[in-house]
């Protein structure tokens, strides 16, 4: 079939080398690489195929911008969605005192979220891998003292994954153990962003332009959040999913969601997935799982088995605990009230309160062009029927007050906590999307270091006008999920070991 799908009925037959369950930046780079060595490969993806060729994707614009007529339905919605590489799935915040039902914002399909990412492309600092030490006071947080990995371990992997994923920008002054690695240029700060970069450095700090993953074809507009709809965006699908399976031998399975894993005390037997209405059970001598920070976790738990009364590999009892979303909050500035922004601009990146006053707060980074206000007015239900009737009125205040600046993102890593949690849903589905639920809250680490970084923040812009575009307590914002299934020497205190196997399954 076209872009490497195959037959279901003939997967099913096939004993694979490596099955890689999802396709984004960890398993669409993977099973490419596994490919390339010479497995026998098959992708088994949730969401759609959006590789070049496949009818009916929805590229260049949100689904609410590019079919508004879809929000009149919410199965023609969710479809729409799909087709966007965008998630269906429902998650279920149970973590207040009535529960709230939300789609977050996060990518289904090739490529997974990295499709739909904003291209920025960081090595961690080498103080990362020693995490602990960088808070004042942690408390009961299960943020380890070390990682079981160093940066010089990584150190000729981030060299392998910039040249794979084509990053081009400039090495941040700040990180003194990257200044060997070269990057190719980026292009020159636009003249939207130019001041500001000025700006920053008049003041004695280090702006620098973003690492991209980003081809720069002419007319780039530096996409985020909807597929790109040129060949610049290098990401898990064109970098690692399509050459897989038109170059490698590798094979896709697209809307098929592994629904569970059945396995003995030592190995993973079968793949058992939902395929279009039918049931498949796949086999192979090693399974990975990609599927992402929400979806990975509750497979496991989901696989539930008289070998494993907790779930799959959970003999920690660690699976889908410790969840961590990152503090985004986006902030819009107006460096020159006579010029109205309206190009692309994600383009600098800011650390000097990465690392502060002896504590870990964040980085600041140019967020991209602002969503336009079809994204809340386009959705199914009374309330989206609501704010159309009155968009009206609202795009002129929109226009008026919230457009022509740079948006600006401050984003400060949030600690790990057991309690802080992602769970299997407790209702059946009866529309095909998949629903989880999930429980977190800030601790107090959290609300102080967020306190003393959004200060430190709008004083550096304090000349300018400024909005501020959302918060970081919001349990919605799950663009950048990740924690729960840790990696570490300790079967007791992690999933994996530090080569991501299940320290308790053999092919896991």
Known sequence: MANGELDAREAERVLWDVIVVGTGMGGGILGYQLARSGRRVLFVEKGRSTLPGTPGTIRSAIPELAQPRAARSPDAYYDALARAGRTTDEVEDISGRFPKRFVPFIGSGTGGSSALYGMVCERFFAEDFTPRQNFRDPGHSTVPDAWPVTYEDMRPWYAQAEKLLG???????????????????????????????????????????????????????????YLCPQPCKNDAARNGVLPAVTQH?????????????????????????AHRGDMLALRAKVVVLGAGALATPVLLLNSRSGDWPRGLANGSDWVGRNLMRHLLEPLEVWTNPERKITAANKEIGLNDFYFWEGQKYGTVQSFGALPPLEWVTNRPGRLGKALRLAAPAMRRIYERVATGGLVIAAIMEDLPYLDNRVLPSDRPGVDN??????????????????AVFLRQVKEVFAPFRKLTLGSGKENANLGHVCGTCRFGTDPKTSVLDPHNRAHEVDNL
């Open 167 to 225: 990053v081009r920008g400039q090495r941040d002054p700040l990180r003194p153990e990257s200044a060997e690695a070269e990057l190719p240029p980026a292009p020159p700060f636009s003249l939207d962003n130019q001041p500001l970069v000025n700006y920053l450095a008049g003041r004695g700090l280090h702006p620098y332009h973003l690492p991209m993953a980003c081809e720069y074809a002419d007319g780039c507009t530096a996409c985020q959040t």
């Open 433 to 450: 999307r998949q629903r989880l639920r999930m429980q977190y809250r800030l601790h107090a680490s959290e609300m102080e270091r967020r």
């Open 249 to 273: 031998g590798a094979h896709l399975l697209a809307e098929c969601q592994a629904v569970r894993l059945e396995a003995d005390r030592t190995h993973v037997r079968h793949v058992i997935c």
